[in-house]
């Protein structure tokens, strides 16, 4: 702190009145002091108004020094010695234009410091300005999403036990049965929507956290595309795996190895055309396991794929979604000590790699 004091004290910029008169000051009081030396017969002649150019350069600057300093020389030159003495020979000249040269260094530097710092407060202060604003921003999205995750979530809860009574009615007619299926799957949804929110939400804050246990690639694979064969099969689209380590153990949290592999099989399944295929690997190595999930669909642009994975980042040709499903698959991968990436090209399809470490180490990740 008393450094920060210091350190202000010498690089604070002051007006120029100020430093005129400070500048007259010092240069008066030296003046004064040579001439009381002088008929006492000590020191030099232009020692005490070097210094007090050189304290002047240091708090007003280089001219107003120099100006200054050219001042106190005159008024010694014509009124403590005899007129012309100080310029009579060429060691004083030369002295001259060394004291000059000292004063002109001393307060061009400490102009260019003055100026740096002032450059970094500002910097400084655009920082501290555009970081209270993001934590604005961040704590209002928490607190929108709060809401909104919390006034839903019960509302959706109550739909979804009415509709499932509903369909247990026997009476109904196939419009109304179609009806039900519809607001169900309508529900479903924006309980994902409000999950996949959720999660952002911890991977942002830092707060995603995972549960380890030993499980079985097999058993991870094969519960991932569960739920996606009735989808396929309408599709016409294949769907297989290949499970290369059939007894291969992964240290994991089950449910959200399977959220990461269900988001890349969903995708590969809506970009794939009619009678496309989907096919699900399972690869053992050394020390990962890697999952990658392939289509043979239209593929991705160059140009989208740096994005793929940020935070609400969709392509134009996309309507659809909330653009957290592969900002979630990175989530869930980084806590896990893994990494995701893809290979795709316009036109051949697109494989998504998800390679976890066989021996993660529980932890909370931040994703940026």
């Known amino acids: 702190m008393l450094q920060h004091r210091i350190l202000n004290h010498f690089l604070r910029e002051r007006p120029l009145s100020f430093r005129i008169a400070l500048t007259a000051f010092l240069v008066s009081c030296a003046v004064l002091l040579n001439a009381v030396l002088l008929k006492q017969g ?15 350069a240091i708090y007003a600057g280089a001219r107003v020094a120099l100006l200054g300093a050219l001042v106190g020389l005159l008024v010694l030159d014509y009124f403590v010695v005899t007129p012309g003495e100080i310029f009579d020979n060429h060691s004083s000249i030369i002295a001259l234009l060394l004291y000059a040269a000292v004063i002109y260094i001393v307060g061009t530097a400490l102009a260019e410091v003055r100026k740096g710092y002032r450059q970094l407060e500002v910097a400084q202060n655009a920082a501290q300005a555009a970081k209270a604003e ?84 097999s058993s991870l694979i094969q519960e991932s595309l569960e739920p996606f064969g009735v989808v396929a099969e309408k599709k016409q689209i294949k769907l297989t795996a290949d499970i290369e380590c059939p007894d291969g153990q992964l240290l994991c949290d089950r449910s959200r190895i399977i959220q990461a592999l269900s988001n890349l099989i969903q995708n590969a399944i809506k970009f794939s055309d009619e009678n496309g295929h989907v096919r699900v690997i399972a690869r053992e190595t050394d020390d990962q396991i890697r999952f990658s999930v392939s289509d043979d669909g239209p593929g991705i642009a160059a140009a989208d794929l740096p994005h793929l994975f940020d935070r609400y980042w969709r392509s134009k040709n996309i309507t659809e979604g909330t653009g957290l499903g592969l900002y979630i698959v990175r989530g869930i991968t980084a806590s896990h000590g893994g990494s995701v990436n893809v290979r795709s090209m316009q036109g051949q399809g697109s494989t998504f790699v998800i390679a976890i470490p066989k021996h993660a180490d529980a932890r909370r990740s931040r994703v940026a």
């Open 42 to 56: 000590w020191g030099e002649l232009l020692s005490a108004l070097l210094g007090a150019a050189v304290v002047s």
């Open 134 to 217: 993001a934590e604005r921003a961040a704590n209002a999205r928490e607190h929108v999403i709060g809401i909104v995750s919390h006034d839903l979530r019960n509302p959706l809860a109550s739909v979804e036990m009415n509709m499932e009574l509903l369909r247990r009615e026997q009476l109904l007619t196939p419009k109304l049965q179609v009806t039900i299926q519809s607001v169900s799957r309508s529900v479903v949804r924006m309980k994902r929507i409000i999950e996949d929110l959720l999660d952002a939400v911890k991977i942002d804050t830092g707060t995603f956290s995972i549960e380890l246990k030993s499980e079985n690639v």
